[in-house]
């Protein structure tokens, strides 16, 4: 399969394009990407031959149109006003998407559907993903020029005259973290959590088809030009069996795979069609991959951890990482790193329902799991001593011997987040931080980023702590990170809040006007239907069959301590399912809390849900352990 045709570089030429296609005829068809508030992306199939007569039309965005109430552009594209266009972007690479199951007669080759990145365009206005953040970008940049023109000598940047910065190039990456089982393969949930807390698993060897499918999906990346860094085994996982036949059997491991850092834009199209090419890679080896943020209770969930770069381009036509501090040995940053940073931190909240907006990314968010748990930042001891605290929200990376490593890792994105709306509100918060952060020394901004709660700022607030070199997890009580870090939300609707309850946030990250209130009720009304739905058709049905499987066992040996927790049990059981005349359950008052609109009361309903079900599955196992 060398000849076949992988990529059609960014900003060809239409008349390339059309001579590539022409001499590639397993591509029969393609596909226009856009892409909603949930990050979903459309996947429809146009032959080639349309797109090939009617190519002008594509660009322009006359073409093809779609039904927009049909997909998560609530409030935006509606039943009576649906029809959204949808011109390509030329500006990003495009993929070729290979049907590995179905085979040309006339080529001998798979296949193939042209992927090209769109955008969704409703009464004339750019209302998707993708569009928030190439718009977004552009205010940054054009803000971010300014500012570098009517403050030239930036402290840390010495080297650089603001004045002979001619563009800002921004950069990103995430790592993919993922489940592969065998079909239909039920988790050994405490076995796995004992192997978990051991340390068994991270250096392990993959091993059959789990060896095979990753080998696979390293070196088909690589044909698409990801330049693929690395694949190997996360903290989860089980050793598999093997049958008879010498198959492997109950696979159930945790895997990652990190790529290189591209253009936001194009890193954000590229996380999309990675996440395509696994999931089908292992398919078509009998394997099944999870991207849930939190697929099994009790286990290490699936981050895709983000990270942020920034650069400038001068006159001379040389690139300067903007973060990076000319000594790196005197200072941890540049003034435009610390701003960055600082910007990110004090506007979480306001980013925070775009990263999580799930009830599995929230339920990843848990002390103990290697997930971040509050807004908080290291730095490390000492700036000649780059640090890798794991345990923080955003952690800055560095290598003395390379400058260009210097960049921010964002630690709570998982791999359904809408990764293009997330570094869209990141960067206008980078933003909001570097306008202050560049009239002051780096001194002066370590300190500020170093202050204890309780100590004015002139940019962080008061409040609040937002730098500790400390283990997050161990040396603090979850009180004292609540103090000093700020208490996190505990379902989709108190995230979802923030947007409300941190208007001056809110501002700062809708400040370019492409994220701005549309987008933002668009993803919130989408997030909480959802979080509606998963409650009342999935989570709260498979707590149901907990609590009647939680059955009590007839011994003829039954102590006081078995008849003391079967009483509790049983208790917990009625409160959480079993409805009187007088009296309704807990599932029940939840259902009609979510079914009659109050959020507010269906949240604390669900908090107290999730504390009871883990209180019932922690006495019932005490009680089964306790027979004979």
């Known amino acids: 399969m060398e000849d076949l045709l992988y990529v059609i570089p960014a900003n060809s030429r239409k008349e390339d394009i059309a001579a590539q296609l022409k001499a590639h005829p397993e591509i029969k068809f393609v596909s226009l990407v856009g892409v909603d508030m949930a990050g979903n992306d459309t996947d429809e199939k146009i032959p080639v031959r349309i797109f090939l007569k009617d190519m002008d039309d594509f660009y322009a965005g006359t073409a093809v149109q779609t039904d927009g109430s049909s997909v998560v552009l609530t409030g935006i594209a509606t039943l009576n006003n649906a029809k959204v266009d949808m011109p390509i972007d030329p500006t990003v690479n495009w993929f070729v998407d290979y049907n590995m199951e179905f085979y040309d007669e006339e080529t001998g080759k798979p296949v193939g559907t042209l992927r090209i990145p769109s955008f969704l365009v409703h009464d004339g206005k750019r209302v998707d993903s993708r569009a928030v953040l190439a718009d977004t970008l552009d205010y940054v940049k054009k803000e971010l020029l300014a500012a570098f023109k009517k403050y030239p000598k930036i402290s840390g940047l010495e080297s650089i005259d603001g004045n002979d910065v001619v563009d800002i190039q921004f950069t990103s990456a995430t790592e993919l973290e993922f489940w592969v089982k065998t079909p239909l393969e039920e988790a050994a949930i405490e076995e796995m959590s004992a192997s978990q807390v051991m340390q068994e698993q991270y250096w392990e060897r993959t091993h059959g088809a789990v060896r095979t499918a990753m080998e696979n999906c390293l070196l088909e990346l690589d044909k698409y030009g990801f330049k693929v860094e690395m694949g190997h085994k996360e903290v989860g996982g089980l050793k598999a069996q093997i049958d008879g036949s010498g198959n492997m059997t109950h696979v159930c ?376």
Not at 367 to 372: N, R
Not at 394 to 410: K, M, Q, S, V
Request: with cysteine; aromatic share 10%.
């Open 253 to 628: 491991e945790q895997l990652e795979i990190d790529w290189r850092f591209a253009d936001a834009l194009q890193a954000a199209d590229n996380e999309i069609f990675v996440r395509t090419i696994v999931k089908e890679t292992f398919r078509s080896i009998g394997l099944e991959v999870s991207f849930k943020a939190k697929p099994m209770i009790g286990l290490a969930g699936n981050g895709e951890h983000t990270h942020i770069g920034m650069a400038a381009v001068t006159k001379d036509g040389k690139l300067h990482n903007l973060f990076t501090a000319d000594d790196q040995r005197k200072d941890f940053m540049s003034a435009v790193g610390y701003g960055s940073l600082m910007g990110l931190l004090k506007n979480y909240e306001a980013i925070n329902p775009l990263v999580s907006a799930t009830n599995d990314s929230l339920n990843r968010l848990k002390p103990g799991f290697e997930a971040p748990v509050c807004i908080v930042t290291s730095l490390g001891h000492r700036p000649d001593q780059p640090s890798r605290n794991r345990t923080i929200l955003t952690g800055l990376i560095r290598d003395l011997g390379n400058p260009f490593a210097t960049r921010f890792e964002l630690r709570a994105c998982n791999p359904y987040t809408n990764t293009y709306l997330v570094l869209a509100a990141i960067y206008s918060a980078c933003l909001d931080g570097i306008k202050t952060a560049i009239q002051h020394t780096t001194a002066e901004l370590l300190t500020e980023l170093s202050k204890e709660a309780g100590e004015e700022g002139f940019y962080l607030e008061k409040d609040r702590a937002y730098r500790s070199e400390n283990d997050v997890f161990e040396d603090y009580s979850a009180e004292e990170r609540d103090r000093l870090f700020g208490a996190p939300p505990a379902t989709v609707w108190e995230n979802m809040q923030n947007l409300d309850n941190y208007p001056e946030k809110k501002a700062v990250i809708t400040a370019g006007g492409a994220l701005d209130d549309t987008i933002l009720n668009a993803f919130r009304a989408g997030a909480l239907l959802r979080w509606k739905t998963e409650l009342i058709s999935r989570i709260i049905p498979e707590n149901r069959d907990i609590v009647r499987a939680a059955k009590e066992i007839k011994s003829d040996f039954v102590t006081d301590m078995d008849s003391y927790n079967w009483n509790k049990i049983n208790g917990i059981r009625a409160y959480l399912a079993k409805d009187s005349i007088d009296e309704k359950s807990l599932f029940t008052l939840l259902i009609n809390a979510l079914n009659e609109g109050d959020y507010a009361a269906a949240s604390g309903l669900q908090v107290e849900m999730y504390d009871k079900i883990e209180e019932l599955k922690a006495l019932y196992d005490s009680y089964v352990k306790n027979m004979i």
